[in-house]
């Protein structure tokens, strides 16, 4: 990250989105906007990440089919970089809710109708850069971002 007004987000193509085969558009929309690819990696996620990651629902009687479906196949993980990235991938993503997110969005555009309408919508991205930087030490281990 080359500018002091960038910033890093996390965003993860969610199985549902890796198993669509949407991975290299989600990259190329984010590509077009002019931002940089920084991290890529492809994971199966473990029961530890999804609970540190979803801290907040750990609780919550749908965790359990949240968690199932997590680890229902990979995750591509993508650390980005750019000026005021963090709301823009956000909005980016669209609505939680696939059957309610603009087409234009990624949701809108790839989400489906599912049971579990705020687990099934193909991407995850951070929605403060304070999220992010917690994320992406969950995701990104390895590195010193």
């Known amino acids: 990250?080359?500018?002091?007004?960038?910033?890093?987000?996390l965003i993860l193509v969610k199985p549902d989105g890796v198993s669509s085969h949407h991975v290299g558009e989600i990259i190329t929309r984010i590509e077009r906007k002019?931002?940089?690819?920084?991290?890529?990696?492809?994971v199966s996620a473990t029961e530890?990440?999804?609970k540190q990651h979803y801290?907040?629902?750990?609780d919550k009687?749908?965790?359990?089919?949240?968690?199932?479906?997590?680890?229902?196949?990979?995750i591509v993980g993508i650390v980005a970089a750019g000026t005021n990235i963090t709301k823009a991938m956000h909005r980016m993503a669209g609505n939680?809710?696939?059957?309610?997110?603009?087409?234009?969005?990624?949701r809108g555009d790839y989400g489906r109708e599912w049971p579990y309408k705020h687990i099934q919508n193909v991407v995850h991205t951070s929605d403060s850069v304070e999220s992010a930087?917690?994320?992406i030490k969950i995701w990104?281990?390895?590195?010193?971002f």
């Open 34 to 42: 002019g931002y940089e690819i920084e991290a890529l990696k492809v």
């Open 133 to 135: 930087q917690r994320e």
């Open 96 to 106: 939680t809710n696939p059957g309610e997110a603009e087409f234009g969005t990624i």
């Open 48 to 50: 530890d990440q999804l």
């Open 140 to 144: 990104f281990p390895e590195f010193n």
């Open 1 to 9: 990250m080359t500018n002091l007004a960038e910033e890093r987000t």
């Open 55 to 58: 801290n907040d629902k750990v």
């Open 61 to 74: 009687p749908y965790f359990p089919d949240m968690l199932s479906y997590m680890q229902s196949g990979p």
